[in-house]
Each structure stands twice: as C-alpha cells, then as structure tokens.
C-alpha cells in the first residue's frame, strides 16, 4: 500500500504506554506542530469510508501524530502532501479495521477504557497533560484511542492468524542479534522476548494485508 504509515495503529499499543517518552537524540515531538496549512477545519468531513464520515477533527488528531511518528522514523515530514495521503490512508486503515471489528461483534468495554486512561494519570499528571499536548490529544480523543487500541488487539487475536514461530526462526534471530551486539542476554533469556517480537511482526504482516483486502472492497470518498 503506498503512502502508508502502519506504525500508527500498531504503535499505538507502545505509544500509549510510553506517555510521551522522547528518543534519546531526537527533536522532542512538542517541538513537531501543526501548521496553519495543514489544519483543517473541525467540523468539515475530510473522508467517507463505507458511508461513515470522518471531520477534521479527527484528521487533524491523526495528521499530528503521523508528523511526530514519522519524524521519529526518520521520514521527510516537509513533504505535506506525502503525509496528507498516509494520514487518510491511515485514518482508513483504522476505520475499516473498526467497520470489520464491529462485524465480528468486537466492541470495547467502556469500563476497561476508562481503567486504561485512569491507569495512565497515576504514571503522573505532569507526564500525563505533557502526553497529551505532544500528540494534540484532549481527554475524550485519548479515550478514542485507547478503545481504538482494545479493538485492534481483540481483533488480531480473534480475527489474524499466523504460523507460529519456530525455535529454528528464533536462534537464527538471536544469532543474527549476536553478531551485531557484545553484550547481548543468554540465550535462555532473550527467547521468549524473540519470539514474542517475531510473532508480532508477523501479525502486523498479516493486518496490513487484511486491511489492503478490505480497501480493495469499501467505497472511500475523499473530500479534501
């Protein structure tokens, strides 16, 4: 899929839990702002996915974010236009994920998003407000994004399968680790940590590729 930046929705689940922890070296993403020209007004509907409307309030929310994460990566974020078209797409992404989740009869429980934003305030208000000015985020937006995160992680275990990961995939992993680190963990130690990371790469594989299914499919609409 061109023009898609995955890592939203997928580091969502790291993003969250980091609460606005910045990478040793980098431009702090307080820094990363939205510009008069990329706004978009709140109320006007940016994009229509299957006859659900997006506003641009929640473009903007996601725009934001896309700038900070691909600043992270290391990607051009002067290209507006470049990461206009990965901000729909993942706005898509995200929409027709939730449209399929809802099929399956995948809802979030309010009670555990609430457990989830309350669990993040007792890491710190400070952290917590500073969070949530980096990422353009009010307190109901963060609440989207913790339920948009609990249906994705329902949806991968109940909906995504994948081959399990070998022991084989797993030494070669930690061999090609080894070459490339001095002081790297006993074997015994960084297996299960491999093959978790391993396992979630090939579930990340296999959503981009239902998700390019499900584009091939919906009637999307883009307004802007």
Do not use: W
């Amino acid at each position: 899929m061109k023009k898609f930046l995955f890592i939203l929705m997928i580091a969502l689940l790291a993003v969250l839990a980091a609460c606005g922890e910045d990478k040793e070296g980098n431009k702090e993403p307080k820094d990363i702002v939205l510009e008069e020209d990329e706004k978009v007004d709140e109320e006007k509907i940016v994009i229509t996915i299957n006859e659900e409307d997006v506003n641009g309030k929640q473009y903007n929310t996601t725009y934001l974010q896309t700038k900070i994460l691909a600043y992270q990566l290391g990607q051009d974020i002067d290209d507006k236009e470049n990461i206009k078209d990965i901000t729909l797409n993942e706005i898509i992404a995200q929409e027709l994920i939730k449209q399929e989740a809802e099929k399956h009869g995948i809802l979030p429980s309010e009670e555990l998003v609430q457990e989830e934003l309350d669990a993040l305030k007792e890491q710190g208000e400070e952290q917590f407000n500073a969070y949530k000015e980096q990422f353009g985020l009010t307190e109901e937006s963060l609440k989207d994004q913790i339920r948009f995160k609990q249906i994705l992680n329902q949806f991968i275990d109940q909906e995504i399968e994948v081959e399990e990961v070998t022991e084989e995939e797993i030494k070669e992993a930690y061999d090609n680790l080894k070459e490339d680190m001095e002081n790297i963990m006993e074997y015994e130690e960084a297996e299960p940590i491999i093959k978790d990371q391993l396992t979630q790469q090939r579930e990340a594989d296999a959503l981009k590729v239902r998700v390019e299914e499900l584009m091939e499919t919906a009637e999307i609409k883009k307004h802007i």
